[in-house]
């Protein structure tokens, strides 16, 4: 039986240690997701933790694998030298995008789960991974803020190019404003009354919890001016009517839940009430300019 070279051996070695590495990359990451879910109940949390831990494995078994086919010698140094120049050379997006990936972890800009607009994109941060931010999309043809069914792929390196902005990462409400315009000869007095009680009432359940998160967002970021989470009504004059608008704290992804709910218990409310209306542009057409046949004319 003829002798098998120790080149073809040293092959078969090396490519059964490569298995050998990518199965335990693979039971690593079962590892950590199993323990992740028993020890970590909040779900934004749990992937953002089991993201970094996933690619931290991925990118280490690479290494590994790297050297067992060009050993930990010279050569391994050589060869990862000429890798990165290759590949900062002709892949200056994927080391931007890299870099990107580097600022959201270190930098804390965004987790899983987080609501976020990176340049114009608005949606849900799905998963993060070393190249790209997978968003759900909300917004654009769909009024508000639903989801559009999309998912979005965007390359970390727009970290750097774009604006970043998170709605619910240090303080998890939003202010938001309902106006309704109302003709001075209503009761305006009586529709203001009722627009703040109702924002009361939407409100009142979570007053005390977004307080104290605003008092950590202050605290963390002293320029924060304290304010109230209360409801607040504002009353402007204009030429045609008065605007109420009724200034209220709520949870960003009930936003326009919380409205439309609003303007329905309104618009009832106003309709049972004889002196309250609610104003509208109207175009009262006085005359016409008299029709001239052009063609007597000529």
Known sequence: MPEIPAVYLDIVWKFVLSLIVLIIMLGTNRAISSLL???????????????????????????????????????????????????????????????GYLNIVTGNLFRIGDRVRIGNVVG???????????????????????????????????????PVVNY??????????????????????????????HGQEYSSHFQAKAKAELQKAVERYPAIRETSVE?????????????VTLRYVVDPRERRTVKGQLHRELL????????????????????????TDTRSAQ
């Open 37 to 99: 879910r028993k020890h970590i109940k909040e779900a934004s949390h749990r992937h953002t933790l089991q993201m970094l831990l996933r690619n931290g494995v991925l990118i280490l078994g690479a290494i590994i694998i790297l050297a067992i086919w060009l050993g930990f010698g010279s050569s391994f140094t050589v060869a990862m030298g000429i890798l990165g120049a290759g590949i900062a050379f002709a892949s200056q997006e994927v080391i931007g995008s890299l870099a």
């Open 124 to 162: 849900d941060v799905l998963d993060i991974s070393p190249l790209r931010t997978m968003v759900m999309e909300i917004g654009d043809w769909v009024k508000a803020d639903q989801y559009t069914g999309r998912i979005v792929s965007i390359a970390n390196r727009a970290v750097f190019s774009d």
């Open 168 to 197: 619910t990462q240090h303080w998890p409400y939003l202010w938001d404003e309902v106006m309704v315009p109302i003709p001075y000869d209503s009761n305006w007095q009586k529709a203001a009354k009722i627009i703040l009680e």
């Open 231 to 243: 409801p607040t009504l504002y009353t402007v004059m204009t030429d045609n009517w008065i605007e």
């Open 268 to 291: 009832q409310h106003f309709g049972e009430a004889p002196d309250i209306t609610v104003a509208s542009v109207t175009v009262e057409i006085v005359g016409f300019p008299p029709l």
